[in-house]
């Protein structure tokens, strides 16, 4: 594939993405205000809700790097972006039709997480197959930063939507986004790859993933830092909606704002981590960005009346640059340091164990708000962030100015015996 065809795929690739993103944001801001306006759930069905949203890395998040690797890229993507805007669109005809429950959200959420498994892994690996290595960092700050972008403009499109339109019927702009993703993803190049006549048992194939990611000194730790930072996300998943909404009385579209400013903090991370990392190194910016995320979390739910709306921004903003810095930088580790044969298992392995923190911490941030209040509730979470600096700190990692050193320090060195996988 030429430089032009390159650049031409990518791009589709991006605008499909960023069309989805936009709509799932607009989502995020959707469904939790339909459970809370619609069905007046409580705080641990705020909690079940968010979980859902993420249990399927607990289900199928490690096989999910084999089933990956075996299937055709476009086709798992698209089929993805299908199961994902029926299960969005079963929403407001249930509301339509009187049946709307709260159960009915959660199976939705529920499907939407098994879809976000596969499509997410298959995204992740097929974008080193159309960039090349040296833009590689470049292309994932792109990628984070529009993220963002849509992080920053879809909750608040959401929230004046959830005004305009109600909160159930506002949910199918996010239906319409995935079939739009799908249509562009379907223009993209099938992968060509040779397959073995017979794979090997997926038992196998999964511990080899594992192996490589548990006893790498640098992917290992980073995997347990962003474990640390995901598990408080998760937290405040469930509980930002609740917080706003119940603590501190804020309006529709106000809790579409301030939830949109975790989109400015995730642009700001995008666009400072080349100039971060080339500064100070990738290893030193990680330490850094675990440093900064502690900062921010501890400060997002303190005041009350205006000055709680200050501080909720300005923690999020905050949180947010220091979660993107430390995912572009290890997200575009491991697309340099693993094998391409192993690729799709390394990103499967880090996600299962990272993004499975998510619907645990909601879980866990329900069950102890129904009791301490979300405020309460936060605080503790944001002590648990401790973790993901701490880990690196103990780790290889710092003794490191740029993670890719481990690397040239092991090339150097005699060939020695690894675990089998490796």
Aim: net charge positive; aromatic share 8%.
């Amino acid at each position: 594939m030429g430089v032009g065809q390159r650049a031409g795929v990518f791009w589709r690739w991006w605008t499909a993405g960023t069309t989805s993103q936009v709509g799932s944001a607009v989502g995020a801001v959707a469904l939790p205000l339909t459970a809370l306006t619609v069905l007046d759930a409580s705080a641990f069905e705020m909690g079940l809700i968010a979980a859902a949203n993420y249990v399927a890395w607990l289900v199928i998040g490690l096989p999910a790097g084999v089933i990956v690797q075996r299937l055709p890229l476009r086709g798992a993507q698209v089929g993805a972006d299908l199961a994902r805007a029926a299960a969005v669109a079963s929403i407001p005809l249930a509301w339509w039709w009187g049946h709307l429950t709260v159960a009915h959200l959660v199976v939705t959420a529920l499907v939407i997480s098994f879809a976000n498994v596969l499509f997410d892994v298959a995204n992740s690996t097929f974008l080193p197959s159309i960039v090349e290595r040296e833009q590689l960092h470049a292309r994932n700050s792109l990628t984070s930063a529009t993220y963002a972008a849509s992080q920053l403009s879809g909750p608040s499109l959401g929230g004046l939507a959830v005004q305009a339109l109600g909160a159930v019927p506002t949910l199918l702009l996010d239906a319409v986004s995935y079939l739009v993703s799908a249509v562009l993803l379907r223009t993209l190049p099938a992968r060509r790859a040779d397959a073995p006549d017979r794979w090997p048992p997926m038992g196998e194939l999964i511990r080899q993933g594992w192996r490589f990611v548990a006893h790498h000194p640098v992917m290992g730790p980073s995997m347990w830092a962003a474990t640390a930072i995901n598990f408080v996300c998760g937290a405040q998943h469930a509980l930002y909606p609740l917080y706003l909404v119940r603590e501190l009385h804020a309006p529709a579209g106000l809790v579409g704002v301030l939830l949109a400013v975790e989109g400015v903090g995730s642009l700001l991370g995008a666009a400072l981590t080349p100039r971060i990392t080339a500064r100070l190194g990738t290893a030193r910016a990680l330490v850094i960005a675990g440093v900064v995320a502690v900062g921010g979390a501890f400060v997002v739910p303190l005041g009350t009346g205006w000055p709680a709306y200050a501080a909720f921004a300005v923690g999020n903003v905050v949180f947010s640059v220091g979660v993107v810095v430390l995912s572009v930088t290890t997200r575009t580790y491991r697309q340099i340091a693993s094998p391409p044969d192993l690729l799709s298992r390394v990103m499967a392995t880090v996600r299962f164990v990272s993004w499975g923190a998510i619907p645990v911490g909601g879980l866990v941030a329900g069950a102890l708000a129904v009791g301490l209040g979300a405020r309460v509730t936060l605080l503790i979470f944001a002590g648990a962030v401790v973790g993901a600096p701490l880990v690196l700190l103990l780790s290889p990692v710092r003794r490191l100015r740029d993670l890719t050193d481990h690397d040239r320090d092991t090339d150097d060195r005699p060939a020695v015996p690894v675990p089998a996988g490796r």
